[in-house]
């Protein structure tokens, strides 16, 4: 979704609509993955792009495991994340 303000600025959010929350947070993991490794390719090799992204990985598995043990909350009908804006060269 991109919001387009007043000002000229736009401003881009994914909205992430699951089943579950684990569903939302394979989503964002996954987006994630995908963004960081896109930035590091035009860089770095590939196998230098894959440390980082098993790091991005293993940093999702944990927060997971730390949200699975915190007290359960109600699951909420969507989660957000904010993407950076791009401005429009037009």
């Not at 035009?42 to 992204?53: C, G, H, L, M, N």
Request: charged share 35%.
């Amino acid at each position: 979704m991109t919001v387009y303000h007043e000002n000229g600025e736009q401003e881009s959010k994914l909205l992430f609509v699951g089943p579950t929350a684990q569903a939302i947070h394979e989503a964002q993991r996954r987006c994630t993955i995908e963004d960081v490794a896109a930035i590091l390719a035009r860089q770095f090799e590939k196998e230098k792009v894959a440390e980082v992204t098993a790091l991005v990985n293993d940093l999702f598995d944990r927060d997971w495991k730390d949200k699975a043990s915190q007290q359960k909350k109600p699951e909420r009908a969507f989660e957000s994340y904010t993407r950076p804006s791009r401005k429009n060269l037009h």
